[in-house]
DNA sequence: TTGTATGCGTTATCAT
DNA sequence: ATGATAACGCATACAA
């Protein structure tokens, strides 16, 4: 039970519709009365309630972002820029860590004002959203009806396997997790693939290793059996920011001088790769600008509803560090 | 716009007080009529205005919870477990990964029932809160207004010391983070000052190893440091999940066998421990208690105002996996 | 057993 | 420039 405008409002002996006003910082109202009420407002200690102002205005100014799994370093950072982004345009962002289709009627019911997804395995969305509430997944695209923010994994296996081919490496491989249910990496997969054809480069059983999973000791253990199986490889591909930073591990283990004796680049861009043992160059879509896109786009959809193509696919770029080296022999 | 309760009583031909009360399945309605509102809600698609009723009912149901820092492993599960209890008891939850001033702020005008704080190195809410929201701190104890539940730390490098030292360990060794601003990590460090004390065990510099941080390559490189001392430990104590399983990393890769030729035990009390590479015996708080004991004080507090202690303190329990062993050479 | 009336705290539309 | 009033969607005390 705190403070209401009728407080105010007989405190400072006026109505409590005049109260709203100066509250709201509406021209209406004349000058001194409304530097007297605010005053007496700060006194009072007042609270604007927030349910009330949703109940009348139906805006809650926030937006929820739903994600499923709390555990991945990429992700994390890409959550915290996108909430600084959020906050930059006046919102706030509330998170929901149950599965899509409950936090997204939980979020319906706090009337958020949009709704990002993070599409993670096979939690998809099958929920029917009612069109009035705007949604926006982050995802790799499949026919669905909300807008989903994509990622050109292709173009940047291309964009990783280009710069070793010029740098003269032609043993590639490939440490990523290829599971089936999660069409990021499916993708990335894929995009390696085509690319190792396109440059003609020999692919076979030790250029594309499983690591069966996201974290970083999948990464690492991978790699590990990939050098003890008594190929080693002149550049590894990693297929995400944890992969790589367990290819490293495994690498160095080996005692293997990164990058003389091997290269090593890693898909993901954010900024925490540069503070790996060895700086990894890497391939990927700008943390920043992913969050400045995701949010954007939501703004967007928000101001005007299907204003916003079904599908957009962000461009990688490669940032190089100090993980690859050109070759002196081509093998 | 959605369907209200006016639409449901129009559509069954009652009055809407008649819908409210059948939807909130009061007993003073006919079941009859009670089932054919509920028929007709379902086929408007009603969904109820969570503004209204909270505007009304001055309840949200459901808690909020600040997670200023979203990148630790032990944390991110402890987080997926509160949650889970918290639905268990019919609330929901939502996150802010705000610092603790703003999130609480947002949290109060979301008008959520109760909050959880998770404090973090220097992220203490100094914030007043007005008693009427019910607030509780995960945190070390420390001089504040909240009650905040604790974990015994030094009681947990107690039992870590002295399962080390019943096996014959005397040469241990501690890798942890000495930062002095995180109450927590002091806490353990000088739980284990105390322990070896205790046990009459010598500590020197090449016992006390810094890592300087919390994540697992900060526990790797730290005990890639010990090792190159020249001086091998027989037994670690790690400070955290993450610095732990950097150390086993750095141990391995120093051909050591665990546990025949080192033993190792952690701090924290999560499952995962179990899968790292050599599954790791531990202590801390199991994870499972430290939720419900979380959720259920908040529950306490919000029932009955002022019910609860400023601090209770949860104990440790040791959980051996198969990380340690005896030696047979006491030194 | 059902319906009527009132209030929750705010904004917005009227008058004044 | 200010105040009275309605409306938002719901719960509930009270009347029928």
Same mark, same amino acid.
């Given at each position: 039970m705190g403070i209401t405008i009728k407080d105010i409002a007989n405190a400072a002996g006026v109505s409590f519709s005049t109260v709203s006003k100066a509250l709201n910082d +509406? $021209? *209406?109202?004349?000058p001194e009365t409304k530097s007297k009420i605010l005053k007496t407002a700060k006194e009072l200690g007042y609270e604007p309630n927030f349910a009330a102002q949703r109940l009348v +205005? =139906?805006? +809650? =100014?926030t937006i929820g972002l739903v994600w499923p799994?709390? %555990?991945r370093a990429a992700l994390s950072t890409l959550v915290t820029k996108i909430n600084e982004e959020i906050e930059k345009h006046g919102y706030s962002m509330i998170l929901s860590i149950n599965p899509a289709a409950s936090a997204v009627e939980m979020f319906r019911r706090f009337q958020v004002d949009g709704i990002i997804v993070f599409e %993670?395995? &096979? &939690?998809?969305?099958k929920v029917d959203f009612s069109p009035d509430l705007p949604v926006i997944s982050y995802g790799?695209?499949? &026919?669905?009806t909300v807008p989903v923010i994509d990622v050109n994994y292709k173009k940047a296996m291309y964009q990783a396997v280009h710069y070793l081919y010029e740098l003269g490496h032609t043993n590639i491989s490939y440490v990523g997790d290829? +599971? $089936?249910?999660?069409q990021r990496q499916i993708e990335k997969y894929k995009g390696f693939l085509e690319a190792m054809e396109q440059f003609n480069l020999d692919v076979n059983e030790r250029s594309l290793i499983n690591s069966?999973?996201?974290?970083w000791y999948d990464g690492y253990m991978a790699t590990k059996r990939l050098l003890n199986s008594g190929f080693i490889p002149s550049a590894i591909v990693g297929g995400s920011y944890d992969i790589s930073s367990g290819i490293i591990r495994a690498v160095r283990e080996e005692n *293997?001088?990164? #990058? =003389?004796d091997i290269s090593i680049i890693g898909y993901d861009n954010i900024p925490q790769m540069a503070n790996l043992e060895t700086p990894l160059t890497s391939v990927g879509v700008p943390v920043d600008e992913l969050a400045k896109s995701i949010v954007h786009s939501l703004l967007k959809q928000m101001a005007? $509803?299907?204003? *916003? #193509?079904l599908l957009q696919t962000l461009q990688p770029e490669l940032k190089e560090r100090a993980s690859c080296a050109g070759t002196s022999h081509k093998s």
């Open positions: +509406s $021209p *209406l109202v004349k +205005s =139906k805006q +809650s =100014k799994t709390v %555990e %993670e395995n &096979n &939690n998809r969305l790799a695209a499949h &026919n669905q290829f +599971s $089936p249910i999660d069966g999973g996201l974290d *293997l001088i990164i #990058p =003389k005007e $509803p299907n204003s *916003l #193509p």
